[in-house]
């Protein structure tokens, strides 16, 4: 009888659809055993989840209303604050002025960044170049126009938000072990004809 040998050589499985493949499986999983573990909170989940959404109209309507009440409220709390800081110096305006200015560049921060980074560096740099020409009536302008230029420096810089998926990494985690495991062993099988 003649003896053959057959050599496998295991390919690596670290791929990127892979990774995400097991990463959904990982995530499914859990699922899977948190709702065996905690039967009524995912009662209530699904409950809330089969909520009826708002048409997306009404939801776009809602979206451009409240990016304009954050820019009402920015130029409000601008005006204020400049009029607060202008001589005899009045505390109530300062603090509406505040409120509304960090309101304004709060939803503007969330809805708007590019607009309300533009909008904060040109009164940024308005401010500061008006108290820098002249000192003696609107030198306390710089309280208001340095925040305000750093806001807008800060807030158009390109900040790369990935966001981590924890099964994802988990998924890296285990096809690595089983790389080290498995492809570095060749394997033998012996078949007799």
């Not at 899977?32 to 699904?46: E, G, M, N, V």
């Not at 820019?71 to 202008?86: E, N, Q």
């Not at 509406?96 to 304004?104: D, N, S, W």
């Not at 904060?120 to 820098?132: I, K, R, T």
Request: proline fraction near 5%; glycine fraction near 8%; charged fraction near 20%.
């Amino acid at each position: 009888m003649m003896e053959k040998n057959f050599l496998f050589n295991m390919t690596p499985v670290q791929t990127p659809d892979a990774r995400q493949q097991l990463g959904i499986a990982l995530e499914k999983l859990t699922e899977i055993c948190s709702r065996t573990q905690y039967p009524r909170l995912w009662k209530l989940t699904d409950k809330l989840n089969s909520l009826p959404k708002l048409p997306s109209e009404k939801l776009r309507f809602r979206q451009i209303y409240r990016s304009a009440l954050g820019v009402i409220d920015w130029i409000l709390g601008v005006l204020l604050l400049m009029t607060g800081l202008m001589e005899p110096e009045m505390v109530i305006l300062l603090v509406a002025g505040a409120a509304g200015y960090g309101t304004g560049t709060a939803i503007l921060w969330r809805r708007l960044h590019k607009t309300g980074g533009i909008l904060n560096l040109l009164l940024g740099l308005l401010l500061c170049f008006g108290a820098l020409g002249n000192p003696a009536e609107l030198g306390r302008m710089l309280y208001l126009g340095i925040p305000a230029l750093v806001l807008g420096i800060v807030s158009l810089i390109p900040w790369k938000r990935k966001k981590k998926n924890p099964y994802d990494q988990a998924a890296g985690t285990l096809l690595s072990q089983r790389q080290q495991t498995a492809v570095t062993h060749l394997l033998f099988f012996r078949k007799r004809c």
